[in-house]
């Protein structure tokens, strides 16, 4: 069993800096890609950033202010979130794309999600 747990999240004004991280817990073969989402209320969910390898990919409303970054050999992604805005408030997602053995192929997890509010 495959599990994401998140931590990180709270309340910061408005130009501040928050630190998300999602560590995955469980039977773990190989992450392919690590990334996170987000969703404000009365929105759909929204890639915010991802990485696989050393590649990263960004949102353009945050690319120069947050900052993706892995650790394989703990199985954790951070999310380094500077310079944030009040529209950045919503709860920010974890997703793993990861295989459990070589023999099982890729599936999506998800974390449970963490608050973060910005205020103006």
């Known amino acids: 069993q495959v599990q994401l747990v998140e931590s990180g999240g709270g309340l910061v004004q408005s130009g501040g800096s928050l630190r998300l991280s999602c560590a995955a817990t469980?039977?773990?073969?190989?992450?392919?890609?690590m990334g996170w989402y987000r969703q404000a209320p009365g929105e759909q969910r929204e890639l915010v950033a991802a990485i696989t390898g050393g590649r990263t990919n960004y949102a353009g409303s945050v690319k120069g202010r947050f900052t993706i970054s892995r650790d394989n050999a703990k199985n954790t992604a951070c999310l380094q979130m500077d310079s944030l805005k009040p529209e950045d408030t919503a709860v920010y997602y974890c997703n793993f794309r990861l295989r459990q053995s070589i023999i099982i192929r890729f599936d999506d997890y998800w974390g449970q999600g963490t608050q973060v509010t910005v205020s103006s």
């Open positions: 469980g039977s773990i073969f190989y992450i392919d890609t």
